[in-house]
């Protein structure tokens, strides 16, 4: 039996001489997460493979300065939103917001100085699912243009059911809008192994949302039938994900309900690692580091293109522009909540 439970160290200070906690958590499994208060990241994940031998499947840093100034999200808590915002503008209650811009004309990922570069503040937990971990951040009124003092917290979890699953909830005292997720890449070979098109994804969704050449969404939703984004089958991501340039496309759940509802499922046959992605959240955006291109180092690893996968969970991206996605806006009295579980399983079943 291994010895479940949570270790804490300080693991550097930032460039502006705050301390960035660590905390490595194990389960009944053997499985180990590991976290910082940095963006709230997972930075590594070993998890076993048919043989039972342990790989840490997610791309990332091993220390603070990377992940403060070249990191793509590697594992990172995004928001206040997620995603692109056209423009960084939105109109909430009749009033005009300008949000900073910080790809090219418009707004990423919450902005340049978003949840995912800042110091949060964090206390481990003993859950009765297993050793948990909570981060709390107050992003202040006007912080990166958003209205209201947001309240934010994001528990991670290693349940004993071999899950890393990510509680997020946040309470505002003016209206304002909010779509958190988790920036994790994955590599279920193990993160120094490479191109990941070749894992088979499944993705319970027939609509996907259409994008202008920025990359913003135009509001559409069309049926994923007969294009390269069908992944209602199995299908291994390099069938078509080349011609492409890999995949960055937002999928509306079929089913989305109250509690964790299956959304996908990804396959990696040489070492039989399989991760299905649970969530209470109406859409997952899945994105191949189509942008990685081997500038990057991390882990002794060479991060090239198409090295690790995202299934990012939350609400359609420039879900404010759009009346018709479902909404992002969070009112004084009300809570955000949104529940994400990757769950590790092993498919026995050889390559061969
Ligand atoms: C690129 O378009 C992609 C995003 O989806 C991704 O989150 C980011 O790189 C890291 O902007």
């Known amino acids: ?93 009749g009033k005009p917001y300008n949000l900073t811009l910080n790809n090219g004309p418009h707004h990423l990922h919450g902005g340049p100085k978003g949840l995912s570069w800042v110091v949060w503040q964090s206390e481990p937990l003993q859950a009765e699912e297993g050793p948990a971990v ?46 958190l997720t988790n920036h994790t890449y994955f590599n279920l070979a193990g993160a120094a192994s490479g191109n990941v098109l070749g894992h088979v994804f499944q993705i319970d ?24 984004m069908d992944f209602t089958k199995p299908t291994a991501a390099d069938a078509r994900g080349r011609q492409i340039g890999g995949y960055d496309v937002a999928y509306l759940h079929n089913r989305p309900s109250g509690s964790p509802a299956r959304m996908a499922t990804v396959t990696e046959s040489a070492t ?30 060479i991060y090239h293109k198409h090295a690790g996968f995202c299934l990012e969970t939350g609400h359609l991206p420039d879900s404010v522009q759009h009346p018709n996605f479902p909404s992002i806006i969070l009112r004084p009295g009300q809570t955000y909540r949104h529940t994400c579980v990757y769950r590790f399983l092993l498919n026995q079943r050889p390559p061969w």
């Open 134 to 179: 909570k981060f709390t951040y107050l992003s202040p009124d006007g912080d990166q243009g958003y209205p209201g003092n947001l309240s934010v917290t994001v528990v991670y979890t290693l349940t004993k059911r071999d899950e890393l699953k990510i509680d997020y909830t946040a309470t505002t005292d003016q209206p304002t809008p909010v779509n």
């Open 205 to 228: 969704a027939d609509r996907y949302s259409l994008t202008d050449e920025a990359m913003i969404a135009t509001g559409q939703l069309a049926p994923v039938g007969g294009t390269p």
């Open 1 to 93: 039996m291994n010895n479940p439970g949570i270790e804490k160290d300080v693991f550097a200070l930032t460039a502006d001489g705050e301390q960035v906690d660590r905390y490595t958590l194990r389960n009944v499994n053997g499985l180990v997460l590991s976290l910082i208060s940095y963006g709230a990241t997972v930075t590594e994940l070993h998890v076993p493979d048919r043989r039972g031998k342990l790989d840490d499947v997610v791309l990332g840093f091993d220390n603070l300065q990377q992940y403060e100034t070249e990191s793509p999200y590697f594992g990172a808590t995004v928001g206040r939103v997620a995603f692109r915002i056209s423009h960084g503008k939105f109109t909430l209650d």
């Open 272 to 301: 039989g690692r399989a991760m299905e992605v649970h969530t209470t959240a109406p859409a997952i955006v899945f994105y191949t580091g189509n942008y990685l291109d081997g500038s990057l180092t991390g882990k002794g690893a």
